[in-house]
C-alpha cells in the first residue's frame, strides 16, 4: 500500500493571519494551524509580511522550539526587515538579563581635580 500522507506543508502567513504580525495571540494562533496538519515539515511562507513585532518574534521563536520534537518548521522568503528582527530576537535571548554592569564608584577629593587642572 503507498502512503498518500503529505509530509509537507506550505503555510503563508499573510493568507492565514495578516501582512503585519503584532502581538503573541496571532503567534498562539498560529501555532494551532501547524498543530493541526499531519504533515513533518511547514514552511512559513513570509512573502508580503511587512511587519513583525519585536513580541511576536520572540513568539515565533519560542514556538519554533516547542514544536521542534514534533515538525520541522522553516520559515521562507522571509523579508529583510523581519529577518533583522527574529535575529535582534534571538542574540538578546542568548544575553542573561541577570547580567548587571559592575559599578565601582570611588571617592576622589574634588580639590585635587581642580588642583590638577589649574596647574
Known amino acids: 500500500m503507498i502512503n498518500t500522507k503529505k509530509s509537507h506543508k506550505n503555510l503563508i502567513i499573510t493568507r492565514l493571519l495578516a501582512p503585519i504580525l ?3 495571540d496571532v503567534v498562539d494562533i498560529l501555532e494551532k494551524i501547524i ?3 499531519d504533515v513533518k515539515s511547514v514552511d512559513l511562507d ?7 513585532s519585536r513580541s ?4 515565533l521563536l519560542l514556538m519554533k522550539e516547542r514544536l521542534q520534537a514534533k515538525k ?5 522568503n522571509t523579508p529583510e526587515d523581519v529577518v533583522n528582527m527574529l535575529r ?5 535571548r542568548i544575553v542573561s ?9 570611588r571617592k576622589i577629593d574634588i580639590n ?6 589649574l596647574a
Open 22 to 24: 503584532s502581538s503573541r
Open 35 to 37: 498543530k493541526k496538519t
Open 46 to 52: 513570509f512573502s508580503n509580511v511587512k511587519f513583525v
Open 56 to 59: 511576536a518574534a520572540h513568539a
Open 72 to 76: 520541522d518548521i522553516f520559515f521562507i
Open 88 to 92: 535582534v530576537v534571538a542574540a538578546n
Open 97 to 105: 538579563k541577570k547580567q548587571k554592569p559592575e559599578f565601582n564608584p
Open 112 to 117: 585635587s581635580l581642580f588642583k590638577e587642572v
